[in-house]
């Protein structure tokens, strides 16, 4: 899980960090500080990125067990 959790954050964080990124330079507010806050964005695109991660590979597995099991229960029962 940890692997796949990695591949997710990986391609998670970083749209995340675009999004984040996109948000702060289309705010007219932050044009004056965009240098300042595009890099906190990023990071923070990326830290949020890590649960999220975690969560979906979380789902992933627990939903390819189960069909796991229901195929060797399926494969049992047909074999008797």
Do not use: F, H, N, S
């Amino acid at each position: 899980m940890t692997r796949l959790a990695a591949l997710l954050w990986v391609m998670g964080g970083t749209v995340l960090a675009g999004l984040a990124v996109l948000g702060v330079l289309m705010t007219p507010g932050l044009t004056d500080e965009a240098l300042r806050y595009i890099p906190i964005a990023a990071v923070a695109g990326y830290v949020v990125g890590i649960p999220l991660a975690l969560m979906a590979a979380k789902a992933i597995t627990r939903g390819t067990a189960v069909r796991r099991r229901m195929a060797q229960a399926a494969a049992c029962c047909c074999a008797e």
